[in-house]
């Protein structure tokens, strides 16, 4: 009964430096997305993935990279990290309704110094 | 652009006062409406959800929303509030299955006793 895991919870990283946030889901769900939040930005789309092995951006796609290799999980990749993707993360899924009704995960904060 | 307007950054309501959240949404179509709630350090949590039919709709916590098709609002109301309730909430919009939800900034509430 887990939902939406994200891994790891807290980052600190120095500007330059690289990392991966992962994202799992034990709902079957094919829809999954990563979102920031920022203060006073509210949930900003960073990519998606309407299925397996296809991924799209959304809002604000630059210095990301996604990979969803495995149905249950979505990966999230900063290669070259930058003080300005300081944020909350969160990975959300859901069905491939209509609906659009989303399950998140808890959140994963990334400071970049 | 599609877009999600709350025109409330922040509100304070005493304890026990009817509270209501305004959200406007920019699209001819009738959405797939949702209000969300973020605790303070944790993840979204879904509060209610409009699809079709009925345009009041009840949620969890005693809440609910009105979707108002000549006004493009689905505003989200609480007769009583309790000092649990204090919170950010979160108006998104969601248009085809496929597309992620799209968020409003948030209006964050608390709650005075």
């Known amino acids: 009964n887990a939902g939406v895991t994200q891994t790891p919870k807290f980052r600190v990283l120095k500007t330059g430096q690289s990392m991966t946030l992962l994202c799992a889901q034990d709902?079957?769900?094919?829809?999954m997305y990563w979102y920031r939040q920022d203060p006073g930005m509210g949930l900003r789309l960073i990519h998606y993935s309407v299925g397996e092995g296809t991924t799209a951006k959304g809002e604000v796609p630059d210095g990301y990279n996604v990979s969803r290799l495995k149905k249950q999980n979505f990966l999230l990749g900063l290669e070259s990290a930058a003080p300005s993707q300081t944020s909350v993360y969160f990975c959300?899924?859901?069905?491939?309704?209509?609906?659009?009704?989303?399950?998140f995960g808890a959140g994963s904060r990334l400071t970049v110094l | 652009a599609q877009s999600v307007t709350q025109p409330d950054i922040h509100i304070t309501v005493s304890e026990g006062a009817s509270l209501e959240l305004r959200c406007n949404y920019s699209y001819g179509a009738t959405p797939y409406l949702f209000w969300y709630v973020q605790s303070p350090g944790q993840g979204l949590q879904l509060l209610l959800k409009y699809f079709s039919g009925d345009t009041l709709v009840q949620g969890i916590k005693g809440f609910e929303a009105e979707f108002k098709r000549s006004q493009s609002s689905f505003n989200l109301r609480k007769p009583s509030v309790h000092w649990s309730d204090a919170a950010e909430y979160f108006c998104?919009?969601?248009?085809?299955?496929?597309?992620?939800?799209?968020f409003g900034k948030g209006t964050t509430l608390s709650v005075s006793s």
């Open positions: 959300a899924s859901s069905t491939n309704s209509g609906a659009n009704v989303l399950t």
């Open positions: 998104a919009v969601g248009y085809q299955a496929g597309t992620a939800l799209i």
């Open positions: 709902m079957n769900h094919e829809y």
